[in-house]
């Protein structure tokens, strides 16, 4: 079963990155079709449902089962509080479990590459690197129509490019060359010119150059200096952004343009949200999701934000422009169920840190801080792209798992040879 899933995930990993990221826009600019990532997720609950069929003892993931718990749990509340019309509803529900669904069935199928399957996608990587360095120049050098044809967005471009890095970083060895490589690609982003790639950049090419033989994952002095200084950089990378979000606040700003200024009032009025759904929130489908949008929820006309630009019923294109305002929708409990999946991750990643694992747990740290970063001012986490970015994450932590298990078999085995040596 497990040389099944190994060879059926290897080809919907392609057929995602392919048709999920790199010509998604094109195929939905001229076709109108727009659910690959539906399909691929559906793809891989199939492929977890059959192999949890053919298992012995049918083995559910038990964090993946309190995931279903959750979400079920938020899906009865949203209907008992009538957060908005029931097809609404459902269709937000699925939107956000998306990435979850895709995360955790990976991780429970444990597949595995072989290396003439990563040198594939090593060499696919670096053909659409070449393409999007092509369309980057041509784009914004001299016509920027280009890349809205193609990408549908300058910042969906800059995401192209960061799954572009990271996904050759994950297929590689790990090497000097690998890492300069993986630089490389990751700054074809930075043509796009959004603020938030430099941050990305910065964090990433830290964390390569520190997190070397001679680093130890523990709280010390040295380590604390480098994270502020991360931090920091980051911050300074992203001030503007910052200052516009979190500092001047979400209405009446005559700097910000019409994508910012939909974006602030959704973080300003998300606070009373928050204030007036306790704990639980406003429930799927009412507040700056997609959803929310084609069901235009009451909210919006009880917060009297259905005149502003991007956020009206006849034109909601900016209503799901962000994403941690969507957290209103779950309310204090949720915001506090997000972050701990993500600070559950990391704490995972820090205990299994070690020489053999270094490659994943670092590249697992990027792929946590991008979806951080980006939730600022996009809802890639729920897209196309964010749902093969938790794929991958679902397969490092499979390999983590992987690794960990053989050395604690191997220690075992030690241990039981020395044993039996010393009753001889």
Not at 322 to 346: D, E, N, S
Not at 406 to 418: F, G, I, P, R, S
Request: charged share 15%.
């Amino acid at each position: 079963m497990q040389e099944f899933i190994n060879k059926s995930f290897f080809i919907l990993l392609l057929f995602t990155f392919l048709f999920g990221v790199m010509f998604y826009d094109m195929i939905d600019r001229q076709l109108g079709f727009s659910y690959t990532d539906e399909i691929c997720v559906l793809l891989v609950l199939i492929l977890y449902i059959a192999k949890v069929y053919k298992s012995p003892k049918w083995e559910f993931n038990r964090t993946f089962l309190i995931f279903i718990g959750i979400i079920t749990f938020y899906l009865i509340y949203s209907i008992a509080i009538g957060s908005n019309v029931i097809q609404g509803i459902l269709m937000d529900f699925f939107i956000q479990a998306k990435p979850y669904i895709s995360f955790f069935c990976v991780l429970a199928l444990k597949p595995e590459l072989n290396v003439n399957q990563k040198k594939i996608i090593r060499q696919t990587v670096l053909v659409f690197g070449f393409y999007l360095l092509l369309v980057g120049f041509i784009s914004f050098g001299f016509n920027d129509g280009l890349v809205k044809v193609l990408f549908g967005h300058e910042s969906r471009f800059a995401t192209a490019a960061t799954i572009l890095s990271l996904l050759y970083l994950y297929c590689g060895d790990y090497t000097k060359i690998d890492k300069f490589v993986f630089v490389l690609l990751l700054s074809i982003g930075l043509l796009s010119g959004r603020a938030k790639l430099f941050g990305f950049l910065a964090m990433c090419v830290l964390m390569l150059l520190y997190m070397n033989d001679s680093f130890k994952m523990k709280l010390n002095t040295k380590n604390t200096f480098f994270l502020l200084l991360a931090i920091a950089l980051t911050a300074f990378v992203a001030r503007d952004k910052i200052q516009l979000y979190f500092i001047e606040g979400g209405l009446g700003n005559t700097r910000a343009t019409e994508d910012l200024y939909a974006r602030m009032a959704l973080y300003y009025f998300s606070v009373s949200v928050f204030m007036e759904y306790i704990p639980f929130g406003s429930g799927f489908a009412s507040y700056a999701t997609y959803a929310s949008g084609v069901y235009y929820s009451p909210i919006y006309d009880k917060l009297y934000m259905n005149n502003l630009y991007g956020l009206t019923k006849a034109d909601p294109k900016f209503i799901s422009d962000t994403y941690y305002p969507a957290l209103a929708q779950f309310g204090v409990v949720g915001v506090v169920l997000f972050f701990l999946f993500w600070g559950h991750l990391a704490y995972k990643g820090i205990k299994a840190y070690s020489k053999d694992c270094r490659q994943e747990v670092i590249i697992s740290f990027m792929i946590i801080v991008f979806f951080l970063i980006e939730c600022t001012s996009d809802s890639t986490i729920t897209h196309n792209r964010g749902i093969f970015l938790m794929m991958l994450l679902g397969m490092i932590f499979s390999d983590i798992q992987k690794k960990q298990t053989m050395k604690e078999e191997l220690a075992k085995q030690k241990v039981d040879e020395n044993g039996k040596d010393s009753t001889r």
